[in-house]
């Protein structure tokens, strides 16, 4: 037996005990162990969250080894690590992902049955972190999987939000917010490191003298500080030793702080002044691709991006290493804009605490930062009040004046004598106000520029961007979105995974284009069959989600048409309404038509002070209310509404789609990655040539897709004619009769006003084409009614949507970063016996 554990040391197996162990014994073991000792508790009164806390805490003590490993092995190592730099992540649930990952789904299955209950009724009880907004987050989330999946060193900074997204219901068919207490019950997958913390200046002034050197010296005053305190979770990559580090910061007031207040017998005072410092990481901005400019959240960035930039710069020094190397250490990346202060923080650092010079840290500086840009939409352009950031952020208004005035040297050379080139190319706008533009600052102080799908990288370098592209070509590339495999299909469609392993083995997990090898199969009527089989068992599972949610009967057999993704006029929901609606009036002209049964399901959030939005949820539901509830519909039409859209209510709604809704207007979706999962997960897409769905496109055949609509350039040439939507009301009489029934009050028992707004909009101004895209929208979907009925075609071409999606993985988007932007490479972990180390 010694010498057995012996060679399990060896080969860095552990001997199995009930921390360890990965048996369905040694994992009973654990989580009593856990339930007795940690908690305090024994079975007959443990609840629920008891047992889900007790398993929880058993596979993170499993995940311990490879964590503590593999940030040994990077951070002692000369690899170069990935730093993510993100204000959002939107991970979801860990439990189930976990399991999955550490490969002991099964065992946990069977030594939870053994305890006597459900796995699955253990893993509905995790509160989902919902550290973001949508698509931006979520993308960041999927990343940190394929970086640890591929073995890459990484590690992903944010914010520990004490609130994340709001919860959604729905009242009256208007959406009413709810705060998102996740930490309620405790989170067990984090670990605070409280020895890890960074003070951080706020406000204050800058003082400015020459030194006993004729050195001039920037000696910043703050009004104030804050110190961040780092947690920590660990990322596992699928079936790999690699757990990386994400390390989201909270914000508290510094030690000393209280305590000299009150000294000085302002109690009082201290409080208020702790819950100032406690406020920054409170609460995540809920609005989704539109800026506010507030206070607060430029004091969010800036917290979140001094403390990330702190603790890189200490790992690296600590290693021994000079500052002037920093760049080979560390490459980051900014999530989009809302981190890109870190260019002027990492110039402050460099210059006022490492006291280099101006050349050598704007070397280091700009051989550090990489850009993603994920939107052109004007409103979702980040810039702030100049007045403002310097209240805030004083010496960085110094730093950027410096870098514009350096910057624009080279400018004037390049164009010399084009003002409007130098005006767009200017850190600083000048308008009534003068302001600081993000995506300038981003741009000049990073060696690389990426957009998130190649149509969005083209409308890039023609548009928001195009004078950068101009004066920078060489900072350029594409790199298409991607979803993670194992979440988004091992995970939520357990069931499809098994089928298609049935048939190519299971490596297509970690090499999504081995899908490929199920395109032969696709005219196969057995394999038709089995596939469709599945579908229909995850549609019925949807059905009694939705039932017991919303108290709704739906037809399993139905057409389940699916729109789920945030609220927002460009993505267009209510193009989805208006068909909902003409589809609603055939009905009641001929009440025996013969329709494809449809449901159509919604979901997702507004923000909370988008006024136009929340009037889209009300019509959705509104007309829901009406087409529901006709006799003459007989249920063949069914609109659901499902509350509170987040990661876990995505996973059971993927599964389910026959039909993905793609309808943003294009040119405005800059990649869109809900449109991967669900074709992913062999629903067909109808949609725009817009974001990613254009390569979604190219990969599954356009004879495996609905398109309709005008294109980028088409919406463009439209607009500059003079765009007249009320021409497009007027001359169609069932587009008319929709708008006419909305305004009228049939959805709304005969008011008037509710929906004037939204009508308004349409009519007079369509910045979003809905009406010009209206015919071209009805006359697809009327070809995909007819295509579902011959159902052994509709599986082919849902077969074959699954088969050519391996290009949309997060680890091939991953994989083109490292290889084309990062120049890193993946470092295997070895892992130490914990035992063993001094
Ligand atoms: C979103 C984009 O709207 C979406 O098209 C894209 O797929 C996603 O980012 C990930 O790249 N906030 N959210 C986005 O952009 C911004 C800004």
């Not at 979702?380 to 100049?386: G, M, Q």
């Not at 006029?569 to 989805?576: A, M």
Request: hydrophobic share 40%; charged share 25%; proline share 3%.
């Amino acid at each position: 037996i010694e010498e057995a554990a012996a060679e399990q040391v060896k080969n860095n197996i552990l001997v199995e005990d009930a921390r360890t162990g990965l048996s369905v014994d040694a994992l009973k073991r654990a989580i009593s162990n856990n339930l007795f000792y940690v908690q305090g508790k024994y079975p007959e009164i443990a609840t629920r969250n008891d047992y889900f806390m007790a398993i929880s805490y058993a596979v993170r003590d499993r995940m311990l080894q490879r964590w503590t490993s593999s940030v040994r092995q990077y951070i002692s190592g000369k690899n170069k690590i990935v730093s993510y730099l993100s204000a959002e992540y939107l991970l979801g649930p860990h439990l189930a992902n976990n399991l999955i990952n550490l490969d002991i789904y099964s065992q946990m299955e069977q030594a939870v049955k053994e305890l006597g209950f459900s796995l699955d009724w253990l893993i509905d009880k995790e509160v989902e972190p919902g550290l973001g907004n949508g698509g931006l987050g979520r993308l960041a989330a999927c990343y940190m999987d394929s970086l640890a999946s591929l073995e890459v060193p990484a590690i992903g900074y944010g914010i520990r939000y004490q609130f994340g997204i709001f919860e959604q219901a729905i009242s009256d068919g208007w959406q009413v917010e709810d705060t998102d207490n996740w930490l309620r019950r405790g989170n067990p997958w984090e670990i605070a490191r409280r020895e890890i913390s960074y003070d951080v200046k706020l406000g204050g002034h800058v003082q400015r003298y020459i030194d006993e050197k004729g050195k001039l010296i920037n000696n910043w005053i703050p009004g104030w500080v804050v110190k961040g305190v780092a947690y920590d979770t660990p990322i596992l990559g699928y079936k790999v030793n690699t757990a990386n580090t994400l390390r989201l910061w909270k914000s508290e007031a510094p030690r000393t702080f209280d305590f000299q207040s009150f000294n000085a017998g302002e109690y009082s005072n201290a409080v208020n002044q702790k819950i100032i410092c406690e406020n920054i990481s409170k609460v995540l901005y809920p609005n989704d691709e539109q800026i506010e400019g507030k206070k607060l959240r430029l004091q969010q960035q800036y917290f979140f991006v001094s403390c990330s930039l702190q603790d890189m710069i200490n790992i690296h020094l600590r290693s021994g290493d000079k500052i002037e190397n920093f760049y080979e250490k560390f490459v980051v990346q900014l999530n989009d804009t809302h981190p890109s202060i870190g260019i002027a923080e990492m110039m402050r650092l460099l210059l006022d605490v490492h006291r280099m010079e101006w050349d050598d840290a704007w070397k280091v500086t700009t051989k550090t930062f990489a850009y993603t840009n994920h939107t052109l939409l004007p409103e979702a352009l980040e810039t702030w009040d100049l007045e403002l950031f310097a209240s805030v952020l004083p010496r960085h208004l110094d730093i950027i004046y410096e870098i514009n005035k350096r910057f624009l040297v080279d400018v004037t050379l390049k164009f010399f004598g084009n003002h409007q080139k130098i005006d767009s190319l200017s850190l600083i706008g000048e308008g009534r106000r003068k302001y600081i533009k993000m995506a300038n600052l981003a741009s000049v102080g990073s060696f690389a520029i990426n957009g998130v799908a190649s149509l969005h990288t083209e409308l890039l370098k023609k548009t928001v961007l195009k004078d950068w592209y101009e004066f920078s070509p060489e900072k350029f590339s594409n790199k298409t979105n991607g979803v993670t495999p194992r979440r988004w299909m091992v995970l939520s469609n357990p069931q499809l995974t098994k089928l298609i392993t049935s048939k190519i083995g299971d490596t297509w997990i970690k090499h999504l284009e081995e899908l490929k090898g199920l395109e032969k199969y696709a005219e196969d009527p057995e394999f038709q069959q089995a596939w469709m089989e599945v579908k229909l068992e995850q549609k019925k599972k949807l059905t009694r989600k939705i039932h017991g949610t919303l108290g709704m009967i739906v037809n399993p057999e139905s057409l389940f048409d699916i729109q789920v993704k945030r609220i927002h006029e460009y993505k267009r929901q209510h193009l989805n309404v208006l068909h909902i609606i003409t589809l609603y009036n055939r009905i009641k002209r001929n009440p025996d038509i013969d329709i494809v049964p449809r449901t159509f399901i919604f979901a997702g959030k507004s923000a909370p002070g988008y006024r136009k939005a929340k009037l889209i949820i009300k019509l959705i539901n509104a007309v829901g209310k009406v087409v529901n509830n006709d006799p003459d519909v007989k249920d063949r039409l069914k609109v659901v509404f499902y509350p509170n859209y987040n990661v876990t209510n995505a996973q059971k709604i993927y599964p389910a789609a026959d039909l993905s809704e793609q309808i943003s207007t294009a040119g405005k979706e800059a990649s869109g990655t809900g449109n991967m999962k669900l074709s992913l997960n062999g629903a067909l897409t109808v949609g725009t040539l817009d974001g990613a769905n254009v390569e979604i496109r190219e990969c599954v055949g356009e004879e495996n897709f609905f398109l309709f609509g005008l294109t980028a350039d088409e919406v463009e040439k439209t607009k500059s004619e003079g765009y007249r939507p009320w021409e497009y009301y007027k001359n169609n009489k069932y587009l008319r009769e929709v708008i006419d029934q909305i305004n009228d009050g049939y959805f709304s028992q005969l008011d008037q006003l509710i929906f004037k707004e939204l009508t308004d909009s349409l009519l007079y101004d369509d910045q979003f084409m809905v009406l010009a895209d209206y015919q071209s929208y009805v006359e697809i979907q009327d070809k995909i009614d007819e295509a579902f009925r011959d159902k052994s075609n509709w599986a082919r071409m849902s077969i074959l949507n699954t088969a050519r999606m391996g290009k949309f993985s997060s680890d091939r988007s991953i994989r083109e970063y490292c290889n084309e932007i990062w120049k890193v490479e993946s470092v295997p972990v070895e892992l130490i016996d914990p035992s063993k180390t001094s």
